[in-house]
């Protein structure tokens, strides 16, 4: 068996003038972390009256990060360049710097600007005509991940709540409408997913933003997942109904708006008689399915909401997980 010894260093608090006191910093740590002088460091007051010391470079790196995407000779459409900015502003990096040994073309320029839309605080910095460089103004360790996921949720339920009017009302202008919208619930699980990737990083960000416990993270990047897909959903049965004047069961419709509703509640506010009228009216549509798939006129919508409301189903398996981690 290793016994792994660590030092103690004993320090005399100092009096600095008649206001400040001061307690030197051992040598050996200071080289090690490659302070001089005149730098700072971060002192996190613990509740058990502990300290704990940090250099501010070291919570710099964890904020700023860039990375340089080179499409030179790699001819990218607008999905496959989506899917790359995307990447790197969810996994944390805050500027992205985009080369091109020629000149970038005007689609390129434009669809990154159309991209721009669904990332929250990612504006064009710097443009010339073989680079093009992203800035995140956005300090996402300053809001809080129960404020993301609310604006997300409030996003879900108008949706569904338009959806139906629009069926009710034959509205087809809201109809159209809510494909954009979709867009907007989009942003925010962007947002989300660099929230928690920021935190993976850091205890310290993780504590700020929200997550009492790291190991928290995953259910309610999961949960955020759920909604988002729920958003996709209900623009794609917009599409459906618009395109092909597709027919409705509107209680049906209803139905999985009640239960995408308790499914929410169940996540955000640990309910289990929300839990349980899920799973009571999942039970109820799954019964009701096969007489509204005998019209072959409603079995598009009924497959979109098949798949709506096995979402709903996850976010209680996700409240289960959620509840054994935090025992």
């Given at each position: 068996?290793?016994?792994?010894?660590?030092i103690?260093?004993?320090?005399?608090?100092?009096?600095?003038?008649k206001?400040?006191?001061?307690?030197?910093?051992?040598?050996?740590?200071?080289?090690?972390?490659?302070?001089r002088k005149?730098?700072?460091?971060i002192i996190?007051?613990?509740?058990?009256?502990?300290?704990?010391?940090?250099?501010a470079?070291?919570?710099?790196?964890?904020?700023?990060?860039?990375?340089?995407?080179?499409?030179?000779?790699?001819?990218?459409d607008s999905?496959?360049?989506?899917?790359?900015?995307?990447?790197?502003?969810?996994a944390?990096?805050?500027?992205?710097?985009?080369?091109?040994?020629?000149?970038?073309?005007?689609?390129t320029r434009e669809?990154?600007r159309?991209?721009?839309?669904?990332?929250?605080?990612?504006e064009?910095?710097e443009?010339?005509?073989?680079e093009?460089?992203?800035q995140?103004?956005?300090?996402?360790?300053?809001?809080?991940?129960?404020k993301?996921?609310?604006?997300?949720?409030?996003?879900?339920?108008s949706?569904?709540?338009?959806?139906?009017?629009?069926?009710?009302e034959?509205?087809?202008k809201?109809?159209?409408?809510?494909?954009?919208?979709?867009d907007?619930l989009?942003?925010?699980?962007?947002?989300l997913s660099?929230?928690?990737?920021?935190?993976?990083?850091?205890?310290?960000?993780?504590?700020?933003?929200?997550?009492?416990?790291?190991?928290?993270i995953?259910p309610?990047?999961a949960?955020?997942?759920?909604?988002e897909?729920m958003?996709?959903?209900?623009?794609?049965?917009?599409?459906v109904?618009?395109?092909?004047?597709?027919?409705?069961?509107l209680?049906?419709l209803k139905?999985?708006k009640?239960?995408?509703?308790?499914?929410?509640?169940?996540?955000?506010?640990?309910?289990a008689?929300?839990?349980?009228?899920?799973?009571?009216?999942y039970?109820?549509?799954i019964?009701?399915?096969?007489?509204?798939?005998?019209?072959?006129k409603?079995?598009?919508?009924?497959?979109?909401?098949?798949?709506?409301?096995?979402?709903?189903i996850?976010?209680?398996?996700?409240?289960?997980?959620k509840?054994?981690?935090e025992?």
């Amino acid at each position: 068996m290793i016994f792994i010894i660590k030092i103690m260093i004993r320090r005399k608090i100092q009096l600095s003038g008649k206001l400040t006191y001061i307690v030197s910093l051992p040598k050996k740590w200071v080289e090690k972390m490659g302070l001089r002088k005149g730098d700072e460091i971060i002192i996190y007051p613990q509740d058990d009256g502990t300290l704990i010391l940090s250099p501010a470079i070291i919570s710099d790196e964890i904020k700023k990060r860039e990375i340089t995407l080179d499409i030179t000779g790699k001819p990218l459409d607008s999905e496959s360049l989506e899917r790359l900015l995307i990447a790197y502003y969810e996994a944390g990096y805050d500027t992205i710097r985009i080369l091109n040994r020629e000149v970038i073309p005007g689609k390129t320029r434009e669809n990154i600007r159309k991209i721009l839309r669904k990332l929250s605080g990612l504006e064009i910095i710097e443009e010339r005509a073989r680079e093009i460089v992203l800035q995140s103004f956005l300090d996402v360790t300053q809001i809080k991940i129960e404020k993301t996921l609310e604006r997300m949720e409030i996003i879900l339920k108008s949706m569904m709540s338009d959806l139906i009017f629009a069926i009710e009302e034959k509205n087809k202008k809201v109809l159209r409408n809510l494909m954009y919208r979709d867009d907007e619930l989009d942003k925010f699980y962007s947002l989300l997913s660099k929230q928690v990737s920021v935190a993976l990083k850091s205890k310290k960000i993780a504590e700020e933003i929200g997550f009492r416990d790291p190991s928290l993270i995953l259910p309610y990047k999961a949960y955020g997942k759920c909604l988002e897909a729920m958003g996709d959903i209900i623009n794609l049965m917009c599409r459906v109904v618009d395109a092909e004047e597709i027919h409705v069961n509107l209680d049906m419709l209803k139905k999985s708006k009640e239960i995408m509703e308790n499914a929410i509640n169940s996540f955000r506010k640990d309910c289990a008689e929300s839990e349980k009228r899920v799973a009571k009216l999942y039970s109820e549509f799954i019964n009701e399915i096969d007489d509204y798939m005998e019209d072959k006129k409603l079995k598009k919508p009924a497959l979109l909401e098949i798949l709506f409301n096995n979402f709903c189903i996850d976010i209680i398996e996700i409240c289960a997980q959620k509840r054994a981690l935090e025992a």
